[in-house]
Every structure is written in C-alpha cells, then in structure tokens.
C-alpha cells in the first residue's frame, strides 16, 4: 500500500473515529489528540495483517479514548464547579443519509446525554457508544477492547439501564421539542421572563460551565422561579452590542451570544415530558473556541 493510500484509507474513517473519540470524551480537542496517536499507530503499522482497517481503526481508537478518559477523570474531580462537554457544530455526514439514523446519532452526541455518559465508567462509555451510537455487534465491540461476548453484553446492559434511567424521555415529536426549545430561547434572548416561566418545569435546574475563567454559578440552580429570573437578570446585563444567534449544537438549537466578535456564552436547553427540565449554560472560554470558528464534528 503507497504512503498515499495509507493516507486516504485514514481520512476516509476520520469522521467515524473523531465521532467515537468525542462522544467518549466530551471535548474536541482530546478526541482530536486521540484520533492523531490513532492515525501515529496506524502509519506505523504492520498494516499486512490487518484485514480490516476499518475495525482495526475503531479499536485502537477506542482502546486510545478510555486510557485518556481514566487520565481525565482525575482533572475533572479538581474542575471548579460544575463540568459539562464541550459543545460542537454538528453536521451530517453523506453516510448518514436516513432521517432516523440521524436522530438516533443527534441524540447520542446531546448534552444531556453526555452528562449521563459521565457517570458510566471507561469501559461501560465505551461499550455504549460503539453499540447504541454506532451500532457495532456485540463480538465486534468485544474484540475492540479484548473482552468476551458475553461481557460486552452484561456492560451494554447495565450502561443502557444507566442512561435510560436518567436521560431526557423525549416523549413529544422531535418538531414539537424543537418548537419549544426555540420559543424557549426566544423567550431567553429577548428577556421575557413571564414566556420563560411557562416553559419551564418546576423543578427545573441550571447548569452552568465557567471552568472559574468567567463569571457564572458554581452551584447548580434549581426551581422554575429562580432558574427564570437568574437567565432574565443575566439578559438585562447583556454588554451592549451583543449578538445573539440560534446555532445548531449538539444536535439541537442553541443560544450564542457573541460579544466583540468572540463566542462569549452558549445556552441551550433540554426539553423532556413537554416542558425544559434543564438549560446548559457554558462559558468556559476554552470550550467555546470551536464554536466560534464554526469547527463542525459529524456525527460519524
């Protein structure tokens, strides 16, 4: 195989590797340095026995993910305040041409999702991902991180148990949950704190991501009243000038509000049972770089 080929094989599965890496990681940049040593260790490969690149590909990249997210761990426990992912463009690649395909791949790379992933541990994430992201056979994923069929399935089992317990129902049309999510942010933007208000469920909670390198709560808010009242003062002490625009992020709508032409907050919110039960803010400067680049990650 010429160097060129080596090559072109790789960047044809990137979308797919960078898909896996991020969704167990959570931040771009560590999916990237993770899809770059897989890209090391393939270049460097006895690439004579590998009969399938693109499992060879998914595994060394898999196995690459849960070393770092076991190194990350630690650094996440000293984050100060809360901790969520990265947000990202999203963006349908050309192998990802059914509507339902997609839904399933959006929903897999969600905030609220990868909030829950969180709590799964290296190889559960793992295990979840390759299987109800992409789809990979339970012997496919059990070669991937060298364990046995039968274990593969009691991990998927109990991560899917995990993550259905606490993930978003999404019990209305997706049309719906998108209707309310826009008048939501609508409401948002423009500071009408009664629109906020009745979109919100009681015990709604905040989330907010600042990293201590902006202003932001470090405690989660919770109750309708408070989380309404916290986004409307935050509306009325906007620097003038600011822009605000509906960004697809994650699979879903989102608020970005631009100050002196940098990305300077991202909110979004997670619809579930017909009303918003959670609303991300992130303003952690390092997560927001992507966003304002326009930088899209596929789906896979």
Not at 63 to 72: P, W
Request: glycine share 8%; aromatic share 6%; charged share 25%.
């Amino acid at each position: 195989m010429t160097a060129d080929a080596v090559t072109d094989l790789f960047e044809e599965h990137r979308p797919l590797l960078t898909g896996v890496a991020y969704r167990m990681l959570g931040r771009v940049a560590d999916a990237e340095d993770v899809v770059q040593e897989a890209w090391l260790r393939w270049s460097a490969a006895d690439r004579g026995d590998v009969h399938e690149p693109r499992a060879y590909l998914v595994r060394i990249t898999t196995r690459l993910a849960i070393d770092r997210l076991r190194h990350l761990r630690s650094r996440r426990e000293a984050y100060v305040g809360p901790w969520l992912p990265e947000p990202v463009v999203t963006e349908y690649g050309p192998s990802v041409p059914d509507s339902a395909e997609r839904a399933v791949l959006a929903d897999s790379v969600s905030l609220a999702v990868l909030v829950v992933l969180e709590t799964l541990s290296p190889l559960e994430r793992a295990v979840f991902v390759l299987r109800e992201a992409f789809g990979y056979p339970y012997a496919e994923i059990g070669a991937a991180l060298d364990r046995s069929e039968a274990a593969v399935r009691q991990l998927a089992g109990r991560a899917k148990r995990h993550v259905e317990e606490r993930k978003p129902r999404y019990d209305v049309d997706p049309a719906v949950r998108r209707d309310l999510t826009e008048r939501f942010l609508a409401a948002a933007s423009g500071g009408n704190l009664e629109q906020m208000l009745a979109l919100l469920a009681p015990d709604v909670r905040l989330v907010s991501d600042s990293g201590g390198k902006a202003k932001a709560p470090r405690r989660i808010i919770e109750t309708a009243d408070k989380v309404g009242r916290f986004l409307y003062a935050v509306g009325l002490s906007r620097p003038s000038g600011t822009e605000v625009s509906t960004v697809e992020l994650n699979g879903g709508p989102a608020l970005v509000y631009i100050v002196d032409g940098v990305v300077d907050t991202v909110l979004q919110a997670q619809v579930d049972g017909g009303v918003i039960r959670c609303v991300y803010v992130i303003r952690n400067p390092d997560k927001l770089a992507g966003v304002h680049k326009g930088r899209a990650v596929p789906f896979g």
